[in-house]
């Protein structure tokens, strides 16, 4: 929505492209479902996967940083949101954050609009 904050609106973009990138890698085939909530307060997302079901490319698993979770943790607490992520009961994984939907920026200061 546009009342939400740009930068709560890039964390949230960040996180889903992240999930769905380690699903990609980690589990290949798996079914992913993507749910944002959003009110005046706050934006809820949960990034889901089932489990793989198919082999793993042990070549795909190699690219990458190796700290997209860790990164994206602190982008969410820098915003004042969280973060939880693991194993769903189902064997898939799961990203869950919580976000407040205005996070007042510089270019959001009375000042910054004169």
């Known amino acids: 929505p546009q009342l939400a904050s740009p930068v709560v609106g890039r964390t949230v973009y960040r996180i889903v492209q992240e999930a769905l990138t380690n699903a990609h890698k980690h ?14 307060a706050e934006v809820r997302l949960e990034v889901r996967n089932t489990p793989p079901t198919r ?30 992520v693991g194993p769903a009961p189902d064997g898939g994984f799961c990203v869950e954050a919580t976000l407040p939907a205005y996070v007042p920026t510089a270019a959001s200061a009375p000042a910054a609009r004169s």
């Open 27 to 40: 589990a290949p085939g798996a079914r992913v479902q993507v749910r944002v909530r959003y009110d005046p």
């Open 55 to 84: 082999p793993v490319d042990a070549g795909l698993i190699g690219t990458g940083s190796k700290m997209g979770l860790a990164t994206l943790r602190q982008r969410v607490e820098l915003v004042g949101g969280t973060l939880r």
